[in-house]
């Protein structure tokens, strides 16, 4: 079993629009989207939900209205004022504390202060996973709630069940949209990867933000190649990467030009090769066979 993981530097650059024709192409990969703080690769696959689960990535705490006694040892020890005196009555006090969830850190501090055991500590509801199918085969995805944290800990998840289902289906490629950036989320989309793919772009920004991600995907040695998506934008920076791919050790497995097909093919819900197999089409199409390529000896 092998597993490609698509990243950049930043978002925007095309990644996931590249991911989708990969799934054209492979037919027959297990799929995963481990950019769950943005997630877009369902729009285009359309997946029909199997499976839905609830994701908890930490705990949070709860006063118990009825046996708070509105001490306040809760907000002092607090140190995300995270406790408020805003609570209902009850039988001792006029007012009693709450907690506001999206402060709370759950730091478990207070429940182990409070003098009369009147703060639960649950586990947080953050959002929620899914186990689709699509049309090239099963996908993995999930959707973060508003202002929630811990996506590292859901891409890691995401990544595991898709190593699941394909050993239980016998598959042996799983393509994972990973998600952009250099942060915990990217760290946890390609640790273990057979390969990464970084997708970059001939700006100034994107050149500095590869040379970031390069570094990162060095320091856990993983395989990584390189494409430049709208090469054709700005060609001296386009040449000014490959150089310095090449300085790197690195392969630029290929360069995908700017075309106004991409809009289209995101407008009729389809990926770039199954809308055209000419033009852009065939250059996604060399660029998979470049990656085929790699993978073999690794």
């Not at 054209?24 to 729009?43: E, I």
């Not at 891409?155 to 050993?167: F, G, Q, T």
């Not at 016998?170 to 949209?177: Q, R, S, Y």
Request: aromatic letters at 6%; hydrophobic letters at 40%; charged letters at 25%.
């Amino acid at each position: 079993m092998k597993e490609v993981v698509v990243i950049s530097g930043k978002g925007g650059t095309g990644k996931t629009s590249i991911v989708a024709s990969f799934a054209a192409l492979a037919k027959d990969a297990v799929l995963a989207d481990c950019d769950v703080d943005a997630a877009d690769l369902h729009l285009v696959l359309e997946p029909d939900i199997k499976q839905t689960r609830d994701f908890s990535g930490g705990k949070l705490a709860s006063i118990i209205t009825t046996k708070c006694i509105g001490c306040g040892r809760c907000e002092e020890v607090c140190n995300f004022d995270a406790a408020v005196f805003n609570g209902p009555a009850n039988d001792v006090v006029g007012k009693t504390y709450t907690v506001d969830s999206i402060a709370c850190e759950g730091c478990k501090v207070c429940v182990e202060f409070c003098p009369v055991d009147a703060i639960e500590f649950k586990d947080a509801i953050n959002g929620q996973w899914f186990i689709s199918d699509t049309r090239f085969g099963p996908m993995l995805h999930a959707r973060l709630g508003p202002a929630q944290e811990n996506s590292g800990k859901l891409v890691s998840l995401i990544r595991k069940e898709a190593k699941r289902i394909a050993a239980e289906q016998n598959k042996d490629l799983i393509i994972v949209d990973g998600s952009p950036g250099i942060g915990c989320p990217v760290i946890a989309s390609i640790a273990g990867a057979d390969l990464v793919l970084v997708v970059t772009e001939p700006t100034l920004s994107g050149q500095h933000d590869l040379d970031r991600v390069v570094e990162l995907t060095e320091h856990f040695k993983i395989p990584t190649a390189v494409c430049i998506n709208k090469y054709d934008i700005n060609m001296k920076i386009a040449k000014v990467i490959e150089k310095r791919a090449g300085e790197r050790g690195l392969k630029v497995a290929g360069n995908v030009a700017y075309d106004t097909i991409v809009t289209k093919a995101q407008i009729a819900g389809k990926s770039i090769v199954e809308y055209s197999s000419d033009g852009l089409g065939e250059q996604i199409m060399s660029l998979w066979e470049t990656i085929l390529d790699t993978l073999k000896p690794l």
